[in-house]
């Protein structure tokens, strides 16, 4: 009678576990398509608690009072094992509707939804099923006056099984072994789950097959095609990709794809070469403004390292320190970018706005670039006036406070709304733009740029490598758009970038899925 309860109580807490599991994992999942916001999360969330409230209804359908402990085992067996063959089917049924959902001209709102639906309603359904037959079960046979003792029992174990599978999917198996393994791995476990319910209704051999079958087929669905890494590396922050681009650049260069962005683009025997226009533009820019011989810059968010690196090999004294808050990101700038240690270049593995924080006051400056993005947006933490105040204090006089900003070319809310938040602590706020024509689409890049002093021209034509000439927007008629749009100021209190920049994330035009 002992193993009754245990199972009951193993049960609802590895159920709960590997529910929430594959949720976080669902995130990971689809932001190779999507892009990882918090419209993609909420929208994974909305599903994952759909399917678990309509499975809570379906479970109590199932415990009827025709539910004894016998026919109960087999359901829960029954159920965990759905979840095993959905889990299983996950990453599979994404790559197939990919060609559907991923289309140009599909909302990125309906495309966040259906990928959800696609791939995680169903184990949610199955895995929402559960509790409400393990509770059954184990409510008729407490002992009298015990209910309230059992109920509690098993609801912390569902609490704490839950809080377990969120810590183990978010802190080791995203990082460690990546989130197409880590759903095969909730697979197998969930058939081994079904398997410890079929014992006591079927006996110890189809019990054993059962548990044999679910790692098998794991072990072999893992050597499929289909289930191949989409990932170059894979962290707990992104899914890294390295794109060859040398046709493209006439000479051995790599990309650097995060999700479903480009991050940077390295030239293995030029480093100078800068070829995105917006790190050209910045170089270009720092040097009309008197950049010396030995820079001091601090770069918020490392990507392809394009820029540092470049510098590093100018200027064997400068002291360049960058903050990436992503291991892995630094390992395969190193790997794959032809990152090279040098007595320039620091890094710090760690979130930017802490990393500057804990730095003295002095030595200052003379430039601090923020780089950083979660999907098409600046990390709220990097927007804002006290982050603002924070820059200014480590500038040196006159240094310069970069920022790359994707937004929209007719209404870009957001880049108002930080214009006007940077004219609080800063005196001059350019915003700098390529001056030949864009090509189509809604999304393209300014470069702000905040300082005590103003930069002395308003038009740069590049001294090195690509022809290029970039254009500072009047001041005046930048402001008057700020003002005009009614956009906030951004504090830590209240800083709505992800609403602001949805007129971007959420256009099939401007998303860049």
């Known amino acids: 009678m002992r193993l009754r309860p245990l199972l009951d109580s193993a049960t609802i807490f590895l159920s709960s576990a590997l529910g929430l599991t594959v ?22 969330i909305a599903v994952v608690l759909g399917g678990f409230s309509i499975g809570h209804w379906w479970g109590g359908r199932l415990a009827g009072p025709d539910c004894d402990r016998r026919r109960g085992h087999l359901r829960l067996a029954a159920l965990l094992g759905g979840c095993a063959v959905t889990a ?38 199955f895995v929402g099923a559960v509790s409400p037959i393990v509770t059954k079960l184990a409510v008729e046979e407490a002992a009298p006056g ?5 109920l509690g029992r098993l609801f ?23 989130s197409s393994s880590a759903m095969l791995a909730c697979a197998g476990l969930y058939g081994l789950l079904a398997a410890a319910n079929l014992a006591p209704a079927s006996g110890v051999r189809p019990a054993a097959a059962a548990a044999a079958l679910a790692l098998v087929a794991s072990a072999a669905a893992s050597l499929l095609p ?4 989409a990932c170059d590396a894979e962290s707990a922050y992104a899914c890294l990709r390295v794109v060859d681009v040398s046709t493209l650049v ?19 025997d030029d480093p100078l070469l800068l070829v995105q226009p917006y790190l050209h533009l910045a170089d270009e820019l720092m040097r009309r403004r008197g950049l010396g ?18 510098w590093a090999a100018e200027f064997p004294e400068a002291q360049l320190v960058v903050a990436e808050i992503d291991p892995t990101v630094v390992e395969l700038a190193r790997e794959a970018f032809w990152l090279v240690e040098s007595r320039a270049l620091t890094v710090l593995a760690r979130d930017a706005r802490p990393a500057l924080q804990a730095l003295p006051s002095e030595p200052s400056f003379d430039l601090i670039f923020a780089d950083a993005f979660q999907d098409l947006a600046m990390p ?70 905040a300082s005590d002093r103003p930069t002395e021209v308003a038009r740069i034509t590049a001294t090195r490598g690509p022809e290029r000439v970039w254009a500072r927007l009047p001041s005046g008629f930048v402001m008057a758009r700020a003002e005009a749009a009614r956009v906030p100021v951004l504090t830590d209190d209240f800083a709505p970038v992800d609403r602001l920049m949805s007129h971007l994330i959420l256009s099939p035009e401007a998303s860049g899925r």
């Open 250 to 268: 006439g000479q051995p260069a790599r990309l650097l794809v995060l999700d479903h962005l480009a991050h940077g683009v390295n030239v293995r």
């Open 88 to 125: 299983l089917l996950a990453v599979p049924v994404l790559r197939l509707v990919a060609p559907v959902l991923d289309a140009p001209g599909v909302s990125p709102l309906l495309a966040m939804m259906g990928f959800a639906v696609a791939g995680f309603l169903a184990p949610s359904l």
């Open 380 to 449: 709220v933490h990097l927007a804002t006036r006290e982050w603002h105040q924070a820059v200014r204090a480590r500038l040196a006089p006159s240094g310069a406070y970069l920022v790359n900003v994707m937004e929209d070319r007719r209404d870009p809310r957001f880049l108002l709304a930080l214009v006007r938040t940077l004219a609080l602590d800063f005196p001059h706020v350019e915003v700098w733009v390529e001056a030949a024509e864009q090509p189509p689409g809604r999304r393209i890049t300014y470069l702000v740029l």
């Open 293 to 310: 011989a030995a820079p001091r810059a601090f770069f918020a968010g490392g990507g392809a390292f394009t820029l540092p690196r470049a």
């Open 23 to 44: 949720e976080i994992i669902a995130g990971r999942l689809l932001a190779p398509y999507v892009g990882m916001s918090v419209y993609s999360w909420t929208a994974v």
């Open 226 to 229: 289909v289930h191949a890494r």
């Open 156 to 178: 912390a174990l569902s609490a704490l099984g839950a809080i377990g599978g969120t810590l183990a999917a978010g802190f080791l198996l995203l990082a460690w072994i990546g």
């Open 146 to 150: 015990q209910m309230g003792r059992v």
